[in-house]
């Protein structure tokens, strides 16, 4: 089992759906959660943190569910801007550096 | 400069040749990463610098080497291309080691090896 793992997709939603994605991982151990965006050909940029009592920002919302060893992303009201690949990174725990998931793709259409 | 530079932006290299792929950051993070990203694999770590003066061997380290002289530079070697290096690498830093800092990317240098 890989240690993050996201549904590739991809998802391809109307402008002004709400779309969620899941992100598993398997150490119960880990500490700190990250959503991260890529656009095409471009560098991963921080979308939010992740806190364990959930934290939204504007249309994004994070969720940690340490029960299951999932976070998930919700986004409402989805603007074309918002098509791209999102990155679901965990560290560890045990000093470890972070890990990548490998992403799930979104296109938003008109 | 603002942010985080890498050069090349892209390079075509012949199997064999040695090549260093540099990056400069001017935030005075204190730690420094290298990754390279593969379709179907993500991001992978490579190398990294907690501090100047320091390095640590990530998930893939072999045929790679770093050194960080000074906070501001954090050049990737490799020393004797194979195609299987070939990969979209990224610089990135974060003000500190810790796992809750952000990490600030660089555009990436697409690297191909032949």
């Known amino acids: 089992r890989k240690e993050v793992e996201q549904d590739p997709g991809p998802f391809n939603v109307p402008e002004g759906a709400t779309v969620a994605f899941n992100c598993t991982y398997s150490n119960s151990a880990s500490q700190s959660f990250f959503w991260y965006r890529q656009d095409c050909r471009k560098e991963p940029k921080l979308l939010m943190s992740?806190?364990?009592?959930?934290n939204e920002d504007g249309r994004f919302t994070a969720q940690l569910n340490r029960a299951s060893q999932y976070i998930s992303l919700l986004i409402r009201d989805s603007k074309l801007s918002d098509s791209a690949t999102y990155l679901c990174v965990v560290q560890p725990g045990n000093n470890r550096k972070l890990i990548w998931g490998l992403g799930t793709s979104l296109a938003v259409n008109p | 400069i603002a942010g985080i530079t890498q050069a090349p932006t892209s390079q075509i290299l012949a199997a064999g040749r040695r090549m260093t792929l540099r990056c400069t950051q001017d935030m005075r993070h204190n730690a420094m990463y290298w990754y390279r990203q593969d379709l179907g694999l993500g991001l992978r770590l490579i190398h990294y610098?907690?501090?100047?003066?320091?390095?640590g061997k990530g998930e893939v380290p072999d045929g790679y080497s770093v050194s960080r002289a000074n906070t501001d530079d954090f050049p990737l070697t490799l020393a004797s291309a194979v195609p299987s290096q070939t990969s979209v690498y990224f610089c990135a830093s974060s003000l500190t080691s810790l796992s809750t800092d952000t990490q600030y990317f660089g555009p990436g240098t697409r690297l191909t090896v032949l």
């Open positions: 992740v806190y364990s009592s959930g």
């Open positions: 610098s907690n501090t100047a003066g320091t390095t």
